[in-house]
């Protein structure tokens, strides 16, 4: 028994020093993405020609519920905070690192009564697509449909969803590896799960 919780700790060891080995996000000013801080989200390309992440109530015509871009070019959107799900103690583990799962979420509390934690939605059938929308669980394990990951692309970031799908207990289940990218829909461009991504940059909020 002790072999094996050795092992295992040997093995979560390792896991923790390969993750603390991963680069830094870092925003528009060159200093490294932390937790507990407010960013804009801001696409750079991939999306319509407009402005930060925001809400928008286009699918559900009765309340904001669906990550969108602002549509004007000038405005910055919502404030929004970037959380690793496997946190540790102490200052480096606020640190947000590349290719991690994180939670993100809305600063603002305007949201129809439903948490400000980014998931994905159940799938649109009319649409054909999977969108990005709000009432996520954090540290929700389950089914990690709050779960993200931002990947270095060149000078820009990626935000990427992946998990498992259609799920049966007599066979495996189909994995869904999706980068987060543009729907455009009446003018207005919602966050969805595409082929092409958003490329993005994080600037943070400077308060008073």
Same mark, same amino acid.
């Given at each position: +028994?002790?072999?094996?919780?050795?092992?295992?700790?040997?093995?979560?060891?390792?896991?923790?020093?390969?993750?603390? %080995?991963?680069?830094? #996000?870092?925003?528009?000013?060159?200093?490294?993405?932390?937790?507990? #801080?407010?960013?804009?989200?801001?696409?750079?390309?991939?999306?319509?020609?407009?402005?930060?992440?925001?809400?928008?109530?286009?699918?559900?015509?009765?309340?904001?519920?669906?990550?969108?871009?602002?549509?004007?070019?000038?405005?910055?959107?919502?404030? +929004?905070?970037? !959380?690793?799900?496997? /946190?540790?103690?102490?200052?480096?583990?606020? #640190?947000?690192?590349?290719?991690? $799962?994180? *939670?993100?979420?809305?600063?603002?509390?305007?949201?129809?009564?439903?948490?400000?934690?980014?998931?994905? %939605?159940?799938?649109?059938?009319?649409?054909?697509?999977?969108?990005?929308?709000?009432? @996520?669980?954090?540290? $929700?394990?389950?089914?990690?449909?709050?779960?993200?990951?931002?990947?270095?692309?060149?000078? %820009?970031?990626?935000?990427?969803?992946?998990?498992?799908? !259609?799920?049966?207990?007599?066979?495996?289940? $189909? #994995? /869904?590896?999706?980068?987060?990218?543009?729907?455009?829909? !009446? @003018?207005? *461009?919602?966050?969805?799960l595409t082929d092409e991504p958003f490329l993005v940059f994080f600037e943070k909020v400077i308060k008073g």
């Amino acid at each position: +028994m002790k072999k094996v919780f050795f092992c295992l700790s040997v093995l979560l060891y390792a896991f923790c020093v390969a993750a603390a %080995d991963l680069d830094p #996000v870092f925003d528009m000013t060159n200093d490294k993405l932390l937790t507990g #801080v407010d960013y804009f989200l801001i696409p750079t390309l991939g999306g319509s020609k407009g402005g930060g992440i925001t809400l928008a109530s286009i699918r559900n015509k009765t309340c904001p519920l669906d990550v969108a871009q602002d549509e004007s070019l000038y405005e910055e959107g919502l404030w +929004m905070k970037i !959380h690793p799900v496997n /946190i540790k103690k102490g200052v480096s583990g606020r #640190v947000v690192r590349e290719s991690t $799962d994180v *939670t993100i979420r809305f600063s603002s509390t305007k949201t129809c009564g439903k948490s400000a934690i980014w998931k994905v %939605d159940k799938y649109d059938k009319l649409r054909k697509r999977y969108f990005v929308t709000v009432g @996520g669980v954090k540290g $929700d394990d389950k089914n990690q449909r709050g779960w993200f990951r931002i990947v270095k692309q060149r000078f %820009d970031y990626k935000i990427i969803y992946c998990s498992q799908e !259609h799920c049966i207990s007599s066979g495996p289940c $189909d #994995v /869904i590896c999706k980068n987060v990218g543009a729907y455009n829909e !009446h @003018g207005t *461009t919602l966050v969805a799960l595409t082929d092409e991504p958003f490329l993005v940059f994080f600037e943070k909020v400077i308060k008073g």
